[in-house]
């Protein structure tokens, strides 16, 4: 083995942790935008993973996985973010 | 909703996206992506162009009927199917074209499969718009 994949094993170790710990914020989130929060952070965190088993498996088709994800995990968190937005607006109308 | 950062992002983004989608659907010729992943690319560019401003700019944008680019798309695969007939082979089979082909060389590689892929895409592009689109309009 050399350092590089000492360096992928410890990488992925590393990011499972993450995505541990994200989930954990999950599950407990006291209000919803923590947990949009916790599940952007996990999608970047795959974003990473995508990128490491690239590198162990020595085949870029993972990059594309990592782009793609990348992306879609932008417009995922976009439209939580604009419901969010909206359900705040027709809580606010009612009260009023 | 009106955000500038969104509205920015956006404009740098949809390209992408956009960009990214042919590059998807080209490639999988060989390799991983297709027709499939690359219409549902394409139509994510154009959902967060929607999300970034409206519905009614995002149609004006996209300039032609999501339905119309689904059916066209349809149409496309059907043909590519019936391209087979010709060479006398059972509906959708590939056909292959190796134009400036030499001794050993394959040439420029034509085929109908190309074709196919295009239609997907189209098919896919277009029946996700028309489902968001109706969906946004709804709200």
Redo the contacts between chains.
């Keep these: 083995m050399t350092f590089l994949d000492y360096a992928v094993l410890l990488g992925f170790a590393l990011v499972i942790l993450g995505v541990a710990l994200a989930s954990i914020r999950l599950i407990k989130g006291p209000t919803l935008a923590d947990r949009i929060v916790a599940l952007d952070m996990m999608t970047v965190q795959l974003v990473a993973f995508a990128g490491l088993s690239a590198l162990q498996s020595r085949n870029a088709a993972f990059l594309d996985v990592a782009v793609v994800l990348a992306l879609v995990g932008f417009l995922a968190t976009v439209c939580l973010a604009r419901y969010l937005e909206r359900r705040n607006a027709i809580n606010r109308e009612d009260r009023e | 909703?009106q955000s500038l950062i969104?509205t920015t992002?956006t404009r740098l983004?949809v390209a992408?996206?956009l960009v990214?989608s042919i590059y998807?659907l080209l490639r999988g010729h060989n390799?991983?992506?297709g027709g499939f992943?690359g219409g549902l690319?394409g139509a994510?560019g154009f959902?967060?162009y929607v999300?970034a401003t409206s519905v009614s700019d995002a149609r004006s944008a996209l300039r032609v009927d999501p339905t119309n680019i689904a059916m066209l798309g349809v149409g496309i695969a059907a043909l590519s199917g019936i391209m087979g007939a010709f060479a006398g082979d059972p509906f959708l089979t590939g056909q292959w074209l190796f134009l400036f082909a030499a001794e050993g060389e394959k040439g420029l590689p034509l085929s109908s499969v190309l074709v196919f892929d295009v239609g997907v895409y189209l098919a896919v592009f277009g029946g996700i718009l028309t489902l968001v689109f109706a969906m946004e309009e709804e709200i």
């Design positions: 909703m969104l992002a983004l992408l996206l990214f998807a390799l991983p992506g992943i690319i994510t959902i967060l999300i």
